[in-house]
């Protein structure tokens, strides 16, 4: 008699039981470990858009200049499991770098934020679809460490702004580097505001670094957004992970 040693794919726990057969007479697995997120899982999978390896390349491909077809085409799936492996991950993207809240105590929940001093704060240009429904990403970012603070999406007006600046509130700024956008000057205090492009090139290069590792907001190409909800996830999901340090 052979035994095989089965092991969760997910949380690498050895408690497994069987768990009956798939339509196809694979045998099916349940993990017992309470930590694990999935649960149940094959060991041979027939269709390689189930396989956990497959998922994370398609997040890493999404984030390096791949496309929903280019990702599709290399790992031999459907761009639908490509389109809804991704949209599975906006639930957990956020908006406010929260690698900056350190706790004051173990015991309380009281959290305080670490100081930013002075911030680089700008607006990128994109479009969704057509070049007439612009999509513009806001964010902000320290001015000495670079660390990205805190982003949102929506169109060039006073109220996405405002949004941002709701975010950056608890960060206790007391300098920001804008560039001449009028929304700026509306809503900043004259004493707090310095604007100009002298002091907003880290945030600039910023953009750039997008515009290079992510397909969809390269200039002059055939590679865009097709819908607003993919649109904002992939540029979350750029941010979250090598911005904020998220393991997303």
């Known amino acids: 008699m052979t035994f095989i040693a089965v092991q969760c794919p997910h949380c690498d726990s050895e408690q497994i039981v069987k768990r009956g057969k798939t339509h196809r007479g694979t ?17 041979d999978y027939h269709n390689r858009g189930c ?25 031999r799936i459907s761009t639908d499991t490509v389109l ?6 906006e639930a957990v993207l956020e ?19 670490q100081r930013a001093g002075e911030a680089e704060m700008d607006e990128m ?8 429904h612009q999509r513009w990403l806001w964010h902000a970012i320290d001015h000495h460490t670079g660390a990205v603070l805190a982003y ?18 608890p960060f206790g700024l007391t300098r920001f580097y804008t560039d001449h956008w009028g929304a700026y000057s509306r809503h900043l205090d004259e004493d707090v505001h310095s604007p100009g492009k002298r002091n907003t090139q880290k945030i600039e290069r910023k953009h750039l670094t997008l515009r290079t590792r992510i397909k969809r907001l390269v200039r002059k190409t055939i590679c865009f957004s ?22 997303v």
Not at 27 to 38: D, G, I, K, V
Not at 152 to 169: A, H, P, S
Request: hydrophobic share 40%; with cysteine.
């Open 84 to 89: 809804s492996e991704l949209k599975k991950k």
């Open 152 to 169: 949102v999406f929506g169109r060039r007006k006073d109220e996405v702004f405002l949004q941002l600046k709701t975010l950056l509130e």
């Open 226 to 247: 097709k819908t607003i909800q993919m649109h904002d996830i992939v540029l979350g999901l750029f941010v979250n992970r090598y911005a904020f340090g998220r393991a």
């Open 51 to 75: 396989l956990p390896e497959v998922k994370q390349q398609i997040i890493d491909m999404s984030l390096n200049a791949s496309g929903v077809r280019d990702t599709a085409r290399v790992l």
């Open 95 to 113: 908006s406010v770098n929260t690698a900056l809240l350190r706790t004051l105590k173990p015991d309380e929940r009281t959290v305080d934020i």
């Open 27 to 43: 045998q099916r697995y349940l993990c017992q470990n309470t930590a694990c997120a999935r649960g149940s899982f094959l060991l």
């Open 125 to 132: 240009w994109s479009f969704v679809g057509k070049k007439s």
